[in-house]
Each structure stands twice: as structure tokens, then as C-alpha cells.
T-cell receptor, first 113, second 114 residues
């Protein structure tokens, strides 16, 4: 157990639908990062939150959004799903600035049919 | 901006032979460097990291890596591989603040041949 919890582990949904992926960071970590891993794109950074605020954006589609709540857990919302959104979605967390470390969750495998 | 290049997409190696997985990075600032391993159908596990100090870093499972600033490289090595080392290996870089995103290479698939 890495300390970063992602739910659900697997998700199968139809095109056009909306899903929410959840991430609870390791205790004490303030940053949450979301990554998408697909066969053709590799590990792509989507978005980072730090203590509730959006810190950085990567290759995140407009159909995707995220937020980090006061208890520091984060949710990634994927809407109007397409077949190409099928991928493994990872969440990682890191401690406050000045300390270095990234811990990954075990991921959510999303299959869009 | 930072980037990572993993020069080999696939590396086949005989069991008990040595292996080196190559990683080069580019960054305009000082960096922190990482190697992660992903076993089939699993998440990312940290193998080792370079933050500062000694350029030779030892990690888990007998792996080590050497940071070479002049060549902007961080190659991963193991003197004798085992079947259980079959996995995908990712090199990653972060900025000197350490609280910014990890930028990953495209990965190297290590296949151990019995």
C-alpha cells in the first residue's frame, strides 16, 4: 500500500457518459497530480493541485476537469467520453514544497465501450 | 521546460546478464531524477531517485543509477537480472523545487530471456 488511494480500480462505461475518479493523497502531502497512461501516448501529465488550488495544467482536454477538496482528496471528472479516453489514470501526491517525493496510486483503469 | 528521452523502447536480456537502460534529460534548471518500474497490470513503483550528493544512487531490487550532469544522463543498471525484472521502466525528471510535476520518458520494456 503506497498510501495513495484511488477508486474505483476499474470502470467500464459507454461513450458519451461522465465518470468521476477519486484520489486520496498520502497523509501530509499537499500536492495531487493526475496522469493518463495510454498505449499510444505514454504517461501524460493532466493537472496538478496544491492545497486546493490548481497549480499546473498539462495535456488535459476541455471535457476533463478536476478539483481538490479541503480534505485534500481530489476528483477527476471525465465527460462526453470517447473510445479514445480508455486508459489507465494515475494519481500521485507529493509533500509540501521543500521536500521531494512522489507517491503513485495503483490507478483506475477506464474502459469506454 | 523539461524533457526525458529513453533511448531504447525495448531491451531483451538473458537471465543473469547485466543490463543498462538509458535515460537522457534536458532542463534549464537543476533537476531531480527518478526511475519508476511498472510490472504488468500494476501501478508505478519508485526504484530510486537522485536529489543531490553522490552521483551513484542505489535503489531497490539491486538496481542503481548514475547521474552524469555533463552528459545529462541518468542511466539505470543492474549487474545480473532475474526473470522477475520483466517490466516497463520509466525515467522521470522534476524541477529543483521538487513540488512540480514529473515529466516521464516513453518507457523501456525490459524482457528477460530464460
Amino acid at each position: 500500500d503506497s498510501g495513495v488511494t484511488q477508486t474505483p480500480k476499474h470502470l467500464i462505461t459507454a461513450t458519451g457518459q461522465r465518470v468521476t475518479l477519486r484520489c486520496s493523497p498520502r497523509s501530509g502531502d499537499l500536492s495531487v497530480y493526475w496522469y493518463q497512461q495510454s498505449l499510444d501516448q505514454g504517461l501524460q501529465f493532466l493537472i496538478q493541485y496544491y492545497n486546493g488550488e490548481e497549480r499546473a495544467k498539462g495535456n488535459i482536454l476541455e471535457r476533463f476537469s478536476a478539483q481538490q477538496f479541503p480534505d485534500l482528496h481530489s476528483e477527476l471528472n471525465l465527460s462526453s467520453l470517447e473510445l479514445g479516453d480508455s486508459a489507465l489514470y494515475f494519481c500521485a501526491s507529493s509533500p509540501p514544497q521543500g521536500r521531494v517525493g512522489y507517491t503513485f496510486g495503483s490507478g483506475t483503469r477506464l474502459t469506454v465501450v | 521546460a523539461q524533457s526525458v528521452t529513453q533511448l531504447d523502447s525495448q531491451v531483451p536480456v538473458f537471465e543473469e546478464a547485466p543490463v543498462e537502460l538509458r535515460c537522457n534529460y534536458s532542463s534549464s534548471v537543476s533537476v531531480y531524477l527518478f526511475w519508476y518500474v511498472q510490472y504488468p497490470n500494476q501501478g508505478l513503483q519508485l526504484l530510486l531517485k537522485y536529489l543531490s550528493g553522490s552521483t551513484l544512487v542505489k535503489g531497490i531490487n539491486g538496481f542503481e543509477a548514475e547521474f552524469n550532469k555533463s552528459q545529462t544522463s541518468f542511466h539505470l543498471r543492474k549487474p545480473s537480472v532475474h526473470i522477475s525484472d520483466t517490466a516497463e521502466y520509466f525515467c522521470a525528471v522534476s524541477s529543483n523545487f521538487g513540488n512540480e510535476k514529473l515529466t516521464f520518458g516513453t518507457g523501456t520494456r525490459l524482457t528477460i530471456i530464460p
